[in-house]
């Protein structure tokens, strides 16, 4: 998963640079796809929105990735992609995809992989969907600082991310923080004690074989 | 999940890449956690295909009919995050990282398929998100209405033998289920298939519109 970061950096030529300011929206889930991104700058957070109106955030995207690959081939964008803050993208059309693949014929194996990593990332949300909530907050606290270096949050983001109030996430914030796993400060969230939350990741009756494979990097 | 009858690829060009495999009823194709290194064709029989939570509940995905590819999400070589176990006996040619990369050089349309494939996984998984605890009855409708989604005319090559064993209801529910459905003309069960005649109610019944 590692070798997905950047690898997409030699076809941006083939793109259109654009540039977003915070809160702006890339795509609009259901929208009919046009085609898909690479993030060159700044954050992206993809959002889930279900038909009760519920919205949860599915993913933060690290510079160097891809997003919107479901939006390639006409097909309506899954979910939404908002800019968290200034950000630099590349925009690619199927058209664009075709002839990236024509000329890098290595380009349709980068790009089916970057799109089922995308997959895994749904799977894995399901995965825990029955989990207590303390253990999935372990889980995508991991994720988020390993794919982000330190990680700064909201509690109501961070909510948003798991699924639940964002009542239940300060109790536990602040629990993690007076066993000193953790320190909380301005937004940001430091990770102390890495392998008790490890612990508490994998301390399921089944335990989920290659967490670690839905992380970019450890 | 893209059906392969309304494509231009000719697979029986195709299948010389890959290599036939048998399996008997309630084989396992691939296992959650094992690594993956390739993709199925199926070409007979039907194929559950199931995962385990994390507390150890299995949940039905999809069932996966001839014409269609298997076990694209694994093509990264990672581990599979789903089981496939055939329902009935089957046929699936296998094909490996290696063969689909012979397989995009010699049918580039193929790579649109994949993305097709993949995509409408997508939306399976991201329904099951919120689609938490089925209820029978939905549990039924997502699954009719996913086999409906490849073969766009509404007509589901299944029997009600194959609906239990793929959903794990009793034959009694099913029935029921079926009956109720019937009265209403929802659905019409001729022989071997079922016609469904208002998919629109069956999306109602999950709520919302899910293809």
Known sequence: MKSLRYSWQPFLKYGKKLEFIENEIVYHQGSEGKGFFYLSKGGIKITLLSHEGVERTVNYVPEGMLFGEHGARNEPYLTSAISNCQSE????????????????????CIFTNSLIYKFRILAEIIAFLNSPIEQQMAHFLLKLVSENGNFSIDQTSFARYIGTSRITVNKILNKWKNQQWIQISNRTIDILEIDRLKELRDSSAINILNLDVLMLSN | MAILFDSDINWDSCLQFGTRQFFKEKASIYQQGTMGDGFYFIQKGLIKVTTTTSIGKERVLNIAIPGQI?????????????????????????????HFQKLIKAQPSILNIFIKTVIHKMHILADKIYLDSLTPEQQLAVILLNICYEFKNYEVPL??????KCTGLTRITLYKILKQWKEE??????G???????????????????I
């Open chain 1, 89 to 108: 993208i590349y925009y690619f059309s199927d058209e664009a995809l075709v002839m990236i693949c024509k000329e890098h014929p290595e380009a349709a």
């Open chain 2, 70 to 98: 298997l076990g694209v999400q694994a093509m990264d070589r990672q581990p599979h995050f789903t089981t496939a176990t055939a329902v009935n006996d089957s046929i699936l040619y296998f094909f490996s990282c290696e």
């Open chain 2, 159 to 164: 029997t009600q033998q194959d609906l239990t």
């Open chain 2, 185 to 190: 003309e929802i659905l019409e069960i001729h």
């Open chain 2, 192 to 210: 071997k298939k079922f016609l469904i005649k208002k998919p629109d109610e069956l999306k109602k019944l999950l709520g919302k519109v899910l």
